[in-house]
């Protein structure tokens, strides 16, 4: 059972381990292409896709990681995969 638990908080980080690479091999790109030109509808949800959908894919990994421990961790890991 330590076994499964070990696999899958490797599974539930490993997604947000290489979005956090990402930020800093594509900064100088982002930078050039999206904080240097005028606002635009483009541009905006570049921006929503990037920054809030690591904060919520960070939300998610907390949440997966400290529910394991509870009595009920399975079902409240199925039901928080199954609400987003």
Known sequence: MEQTNQTFNALAVIPFTLVLYDY????????????????????????????????????????LLTNRDTPNSSQASTELIMCS
Do not use: A, C, H, Q
């Open 24 to 63: 800093p091999i594509t900064l100088d790109k982002e930078v050039e292409y999206i904080w240097t030109k005028p606002m635009s509808s483009v541009t905006l949800i570049y921006i929503m896709l990037r920054y809030f959908g690591t904060t919520t894919m960070l939300f998610f990994t907390i949440v």
